[in-house]
């Protein structure tokens, strides 16, 4: 049974400054600005986990993955449910990111179904998404 521990990011982190983490995600052009902290090698490969916590969030019927801005704080995430537990689901917005859930019930826009492994969700984050790393950084 899969667990949130099984859904590490894996990328680069290429910059430090002001307590925020640069984390460029693999296969994507991401330049993500994190709440975290990190001691080892930039540019060095490392798993790692994305943290955000709902501002709002929409089921949507249809559309890509996606994190927005694509360099800086992210702010508005959507993507594929891959995993839920309790109030937490990892979605796949171009790299794992576990989203923890409201609340608040009217923070939830369910017009297009519940949540699902597999629905499509959007979600609003609040500020603050964070960077926890996974592993140590393993050599280039």
């Given amino acids: ?14 910059g430090l400054k ?4 640069a984390f460029s995600p693999r296969d994507t052009n991401y330049d993500l600005h994190l709440i975290g902290a990190y001691s080892g090698v930039l540019g060095a490969q490392v798993k790692a986990y994305v943290r955000g916590k709902v501002r709002k969030l929409w089921t949507v019927p249809s559309g890509g993955n996606f994190v927005t801005p694509i360099f800086g704080t992210p702010r508005i995430v959507q993507g594929r449910i891959r995993h839920i537990d309790g109030n937490f689901v990892v979605i796949r917005a171009g ?10 019930d009217d923070a939830l826009d369910l017009a297009n179904g519940g949540l699902a492994l597999g629905a499509m969700i959007n979600v ?4 603050g998404a964070t960077f926890e790393l996974a592993q140590e950084a393993a050599a280039v």
């Fill in 1 to 14: 049974m899969p667990t949130m521990g099984d859904y590490p990011a894996t990328g680069k982190v290429t």
């Fill in 18 to 21: 002001n307590g925020l983490v």
């Fill in 95 to 104: 790299l794992d990111i576990i989203i923890e859930l409201p609340a608040a």
């Fill in 124 to 127: 609003t984050l609040l500020p």
